[in-house]
């Protein structure tokens, strides 16, 4: 089979298609043909060598894919040879013809929904489920602002939170990142481009403030969220390229949290829940991820450089076939 290997760290060059032999699902595991697979800023971090946590060299990256079920291990019993599922991690990588999970990291995938959208779940879609409900406690009714709305996570928090009875607004930075944002349910989206666009997001808050702010570029944004929030509000923060100066004082009179995450640190059971609650919200069509661009595997290079370009809507996929 064809897969992207890297045998060293470095730039995006360093992803080389070559053909490796087939895979042999163990106990408990399955085999995937993919079909596509999603393409994820850590995964350049991981290729670039700069992530907390480097894989042995060599390695196929990703962990989100979306295919057909092609031969089943020992012991498993939740899919059966045929099935449309996507993954959401695995013991090979995803950047690859074929693909080796455990069964519990696998859930079916709806008929409603493209390999492309399947592939775009497991990251975008569970840190945003992750961010607002198990980080951020979110309730129905409450105001809730993603801070970079077009986004693959942003867009997924935006059709989360509509789904689940919250009020949701976003920023963006382009006319079709906004329009995007609305589609997906929120109830204004402001453009983060525009001076002064922060006076028009006081005036959403009021002097209640806004509940909830799930965050994408924390460097630049902190401060200000913390102005926008209201009494036991909550800031989760999904993404930061930097350091940032804050007011403390910001969240002591509002008794406001600041809380961070990272998907990696959700719970086996916490895992299940989020994908049990994708697939229903697929399958209602509730949720439809939004896909940016698609590349073939062969051009998973410059897949890399698209995923950390500013302005991209959705999320990037490449494809095996």
């Known amino acids: 089979m064809k897969a992207i290997v890297v045998r060293a760290f470095g730039d995006p060059s360093v992803l080389r298609l070559e053909e490796i032999p087939d895979l042999v699902p163990g106990p408990g595991q399955v085999l995937v043909r993919v079909h596509a697979a999603g393409v994820n800023p850590v995964e350049t971090y991981v290729r670039a060598g700069t992530y907390a946590r480097k894989p042995a060299l060599p390695f196929t990256p990703g962990g989100d894919a979306a295919g057909v079920v092609q031969a089943l291990g020992p012991g498993v019993s939740r899919f059966k040879v045929g099935d449309r599922v996507y993954a959401f991690g695995g013991h090979s990588g995803a950047y690859a013809q074929q693909l080796v999970a455990a069964e519990s990291q696998l859930a079916h995938l709806p008929q409603r929904a493209s390999f492309a959208q399947g592939a775009a779940l497991g990251v975008p879609y569970a840190t945003a489920h992750y961010a607002l409900f198990a980080r951020g406690r979110a309730l129905p009714g409450e105001r809730v602002l993603v801070?970079?709305?077009?986004?693959?996570?942003?867009?997924?928090?935006?059709?989360?939170?509509?789904?689940?009875?919250?009020?949701?607004?976003?920023?963006?930075?382009?006319?079709a990142g906004m329009a995007a944002a609305l589609e997906a349910g929120a109830e204004k989206v402001f453009d983060h481009r525009r001076a002064g666009y922060g006076d028009e997001i006081n005036a959403l808050a009021g002097a209640e403030?806004?509940?909830?702010?799930?965050?994408?570029?924390?460097?630049?944004?902190?401060?200000?969220?913390?102005?926008?929030?209201?009494?036991?509000?909550?800031?989760?923060?999904?993404?930061?390229?930097?350091?940032?100066?804050?007011?403390?004082?910001?969240?002591?009179?509002?008794?406001?949290?600041?809380?961070?995450?990272?998907?990696?640190?959700?719970?086996?059971?916490?895992?299940?829940?989020?994908?049990?609650?994708?697939?229903?919200?697929?399958?209602?069509?509730?949720?439809?991820p939004v896909i940016a661009q698609e590349f073939p595997l062969e051009e998973a290079s410059a897949a890399h450089v698209a995923v950390m370009l500013n302005g991209k809507v959705g999320k990037i996929v490449l494809t095996t076939d």
């Open 147 to 175: 801070h970079g709305a077009s986004g693959a996570v942003g867009l997924a928090a935006l059709q989360l939170a509509k789904s689940a009875g919250l009020r949701p607004f976003g920023t963006a930075g382009s006319e």
């Open 209 to 288: 403030g806004l509940n909830l702010i799930v965050e994408m570029l924390a460097n630049v944004n902190l401060d200000k969220d913390l102005q926008w929030l209201g009494t036991k509000g909550r800031v989760i923060v999904v993404g930061s390229r930097g350091r940032v100066d804050i007011d403390p004082r910001g969240t002591m009179v509002k008794d406001a949290d600041i809380r961070g995450l990272v998907l990696g640190n959700a719970s086996p059971a916490e895992l299940g829940a989020i994908h049990q609650d994708l697939g229903d919200g697929l399958a209602r069509g509730v949720l439809r």
